[in-house]
Nanobody
């Protein structure tokens, strides 16, 4: 059973940066496409970014393009989300998720494995 553990969240001022990490264990990391989602209070969970199992292909929601970068290190079994130029509207709990190798999707329902989430708070 694959397990995902996020870290790196915190409180940052608008314009600042954070790097989230997601450590994966229990199975071969490179078997999975990986994604980041976020959920703000009172809102539905939304897609942020996805990366293919090779790391070659990535996709982002429009609101984070040019500011966030998703990456992975298959040797270290770790997924990353570099977040720059943070805005108050980026405040949310951020989740990493894993899906089958050939998944490249934005719908949360297509990801069977989830971490517990890490809080990101951006102050104005």
């Amino acid at each position: 059973q694959v397990q995902l553990v996020e870290s790196g969240g915190g409180l940052v001022q608008a314009g600042g940066s954070l790097r989230l990490s997601c450590a994966v264990s229990g199975d071969t990391f490179s078997k999975y496409a990986m994604a980041w989602f976020r959920q703000a209070p009172g809102k539905e969970r939304e897609f942020v970014a996805v990366i293919s199992w090779t790391g070659v292909s990535t996709s982002y929601t429009d609101s984070v393009k040019g500011r966030f970068t998703i990456s992975r290190d298959n040797a270290e079994n770790t997924l990353y989300l570099q977040m720059n130029s943070l805005k108050p509207e980026d405040t949310a709990v951020y989740y990493c998720a894993a899906a089958g190798k050939y998944t490249f999707a934005v719908r949360p329902a297509l990801y069977p494995y989830w971490g517990q989430g890490t809080q990101v708070t951006v102050s104005s």
